[in-house]
């Protein structure tokens, strides 16, 4: 059985500005920002992050191949 990560709130620690694992680079979001701009954002980043390998990108954002081409595809339409 796996035992759930609580966020770090929960834990009585203090969140640090998010980052984009193993970027070093701080997400450039601020208040008011759109929940879909800032998935997309994130979608975006990781991208970049993984080389464009959408199915190791997928994983890390924790959705499937499919639901990452349909955002994708999504995007492409704005």
């Known amino acids: 059985m796996k035992v759930p990560e609580y966020p770090q709130r929960a834990s009585g620690q203090r969140r640090q500005r998010e980052s984009i694992p193993g970027s070093g680079d701080p997400l ?8 879909a701009e800032t998935e997309k954002a994130m979608i975006l980043a990781t ?6 390998h959408k199915a190791k990108a997928a994983r890390l954002l924790g ?15 704005d």
């Open 28 to 35: 450039k979001l601020s208040p008011g920002t759109s929940i």
């Open 47 to 52: 991208l970049e992050r993984c080389d464009g």
């Open 63 to 77: 959705v499937s191949l499919k639901t990452l081409y349909n955002r994708l595809n999504d995007y492409r339409k």
